[in-house]
């Protein structure tokens, strides 16, 4: 099989298909809409701490390999004592984040049903997330209260490999779990990072719009397919 049957705009060819025995997810951006948050997020964090605005634009270029590296929103002159801000930068984000994900976040429109349509066709579904398990308590309440939990069968956090995206021990740990191989998986995610660890670990890739990069940042990675969406994957999944 080719697994190049899609345009790069998220244009299908006629009838593209991925065989595989596992579908694996990034989290954040790919099955949740939880981008704005983070920018949310570091707002409030700033306000709290009496720091200068930041824009959009600002928090966006400091996301580096899926990490947010708060010394380049810092004021110049508050940069010889970045360490300690930056401290009370991550203590006041963690503060304000239960509330703002509770009240913001939800699914990107069709997971659901994605999730539910490869579960019933026998593939195995893993989500592999930057996310470390001790800040994971509002997602897995995202995920039990819609009953999407059902469909995962594991999740593997930041905490779980010696390394993060994008490398690909993670990927091997959710593959490991599954007792899948690599080549026989698919793994889609919103980032060039979910991309480079996909290839590192030999999955098939499947980028989405819905997230962090843009389209030009993904196709520079060379994906299998770009998409819209990650409810686009619908109808293009069978098991091997």
Not at 79 to 84: F, V, Y
Not at 141 to 160: F, K, P, W
Not at 185 to 212: N, P, Y
Request: overall charge negative; charged content about 25%; some cysteine.
């Amino acid at each position: 099989m080719n697994s190049k049957e899609m345009n790069r705009a998220g244009d299908l060819s006629p009838d593209p298909r991925f065989f595989v025995s596992a579908v694996m997810f990034d989290l954040d951006g790919t099955l949740i809409d939880s981008v704005n948050v983070y920018f949310k997020v570091v707002q409030a964090a700033f306000r709290k701490l009496d720091l200068p605005p930041v824009s959009r634009a600002q928090i966006y270029a400091a996301v580096d390999d899926g990490q947010f590296k708060w010394e380049r929103v810092l004021p110049a002159e508050l940069l010889a004592g970045r360490d300690d801000i930056v401290l009370r930068g991550m203590a006041a984000a963690r503060q304000v984040y239960p509330e703002i994900f509770r009240r913001d976040v939800g699914f990107f429109e069709g997971v659901p049903e994605l999730l539910a349509g490869i579960h019933a066709r026998g593939i195995k579904i893993g989500i592999v997330t930057a996310t470390p398990g001790d800040n994971m308590a509002e997602k897995e309440m995202l995920l039990a209260g819609n009953g999407v939990a059902e469909y995962i069968d594991t999740l593997v956090t930041n905490d779980d490999a010696p390394l993060p995206k994008p490398a690909p021990d993670a990927v091997f740990e959710c593959c490991r779990r599954l007792s899948v191989s690599p080549g026989q998986s698919l793994f889609v995610g919103d980032t060039s990072v979910d991309i480079r660890a996909g290839k590192a670990a030999g999955t098939l890739t499947a980028a989405v719009l819905t997230g962090f990069d843009s389209l030009e940042t993904l196709q520079n990675d060379d994906p299998d397919v770009i998409l819209n969406r990650v409810a686009d994957l619908e109808g293009m999944i069978a098991k091997i």
